[in-house]
């Protein structure tokens, strides 16, 4: 529906290093963590996509992601959309992030993984 409001999540990637208490040593771990906030995802390629082809590097599924101003994202970000539908949930990484007066636009590609 045009217009309508939908919970993105953008799951940060970055790690983080935890000094231990022996000398020189420390353990890197995830330190990924998931925000959702609302907006709008726009489809950018409207080719038909069947079960036998999604995944493959033509039949990658590109989409639009309108994201408010006051979000926290980066280049090497995740979102992630659920609920909407087969085609479109899924996870996808950031190509390109474009700054506007009224919002951030994120032009995503879906991950292999």
Not at 26 to 55: C, F, L, M, P, R
């Amino acid at each position: 529906m045009r217009g309508a409001m939908t919970p993105i999540v953008i799951r940060n990637l970055s790690a983080e290093f935890t000094d231990s208490d022996a000398e020189d040593e420390g353990i890197w771990s995830n330190g990924g963590s998931d925000t959702t906030v609302y907006g709008s995802i726009h489809q950018k390629a409207s080719e038909d996509v069947d079960e036998s082809t999604t995944g493959q590097i033509s039949e990658q599924r590109n989409i639009i992601c309108r994201i408010p101003l006051d979000a926290s994202i980066t280049y090497g970000d995740q979102i992630v959309i659920s609920g909407i539908n087969s085609v479109i949930n899924g996870t996808y990484e950031i190509d390109s992030l474009l700054y506007t007066k009224t919002h951030l636009r994120a032009e995503c590609r879906r991950t292999l993984r």
